[in-house]
């Protein structure tokens, strides 16, 4: 008997729902920081054993009150994720105060699928404060299980994957086993040079900023076969341009340098990367812009 499932992962910005994800799969998939709003696309990453496969769904943390249309873009990310789900994860942490979308809420209790609520952070929390956490949202909503557990310290991660396993329903394969995820090879890279204008750049700079790669190439060099790389840095004004060039253009070039060994370790090839920066103004409540960054179809 062979065992599948999609398994949805949702839940409020910055709970450690990608941290929890790239600790399940043991691969490093989506970009992690200790900002809000990190992940923007819904990401599909697929654990693959013989007896069974395991769809897990990184959604964009559910933003209450959206200020752009890329932002309610995110959201329609993260609603979608509650129609399609085998199994729902809903994840909070410690450190926020206990709060659902009340649309969020009502869909859940809905739900007939299996609901796992997992408590992050536990590593910085008391048994009281977790206590009270499973009380309160116990209350919300009649979860299947609920779990504490340190996605960053990797404490009792496992145990939510063999909980996942004993849920999942019999069927096949979706996605053939030697795949893990859904997404290209541009896409990552868009991810990882937009995680380095996150850990690099302060204040509103981060989310003004989209990635977009337009060449993704293998080429020869005089050192030997390597992939070369032009990507566009869309910002939304031109005091904002200024800000990632730098003096010099000292921030730009250091900004290159983290994201290209980034990409080399992540596609374990000698990369030329180049980025330019462009401004688009209001690119996040355009819709042409924002269907062709892939938030609307």
């Known amino acids: 008997m062979h065992k ?11 709970v450690g729902k990608s941290t929890l994800l790239n600790a399940l799969i043991g691969e490093r998939l989506s970009i992690i920081t200790n900002k809000p709003q990190t992940t923007r696309h819904r990401i599909i990453a697929i654990i693959n054993e013989p007896k069974y496969q395991i769809i897990f769904s990184d959604t964009p943390g559910i933003i ?12 329609s990310f ?42 992050n952070k536990m590593d910085v929390s008391t048994q009281d ?32 994957q063999n909980l996942i396993v004993s849920h999942l329903p019999e069927g096949p394969a979706y996605y053939p086993k030697d795949q893990f995820t859904d997404k290209s090879e541009r896409f990552f890279v868009s991810e990882i040079i937009r995680e380095n204008i996150l850990n690099r750049y302060h204040q509103e700079i981060p989310y003004s900023c989209e990635v977009i ?3 993704f ?23 904002q341009k200024s800000i990632i060039i730098g003096k010099g ?8 340098t983290d994201s290209r060994k980034a990409i080399e370790t992540f596609i374990n090839k000698k990369v030329f990367l180049e980025l330019h920066v462009k401004v688009k103004e ?12 892939g938030y609307l179809h």
Not at 4 to 14: D, E, L, M, R
Not at 249 to 256: C, E, F, N, P, V
């Open 78 to 119: 993260a609603f979608s994720a509650l129609e399609d789900a085998d199994i729902l994860i809903y994840m909070i942490d410690t450190l926020e105060d206990p709060q659902i979308d009340p649309k969020v809420l009502r869909s859940i209790t809905q739900l007939e699928t299996p609901k796992i609520l997992i408590i």
């Open 249 to 256: 253009a000292s921030a730009i070039r250091a900004l290159g």
């Open 129 to 160: 404060q977790i206590e009270k956490l499973s009380s309160w949202w116990s209350d919300q909503v009649d979860f299947d299980h609920i779990c504490a557990i340190s996605a960053l310290e990797n404490v009792g991660v496992e145990g939510i």
């Open 4 to 14: 599948s499932g999609f398994v949805n992962i949702i839940g409020n910005p910055n």
């Open 64 to 75: 209450l009150k959206p200020h752009y249309k890329m932002q309610s873009a995110m959201n």
């Open 217 to 239: 190439k293998d080429r020869q060099s005089r050192s030997g076969p390597m992939i070369h790389i032009m990507a566009d840095i869309i910002v939304n004004r031109k005091t």
């Open 213 to 215: 790669v337009h060449t």
């Open 282 to 293: 209001k690119w996040r409540d355009d819709d042409r812009s924002l269907k062709s960054y």
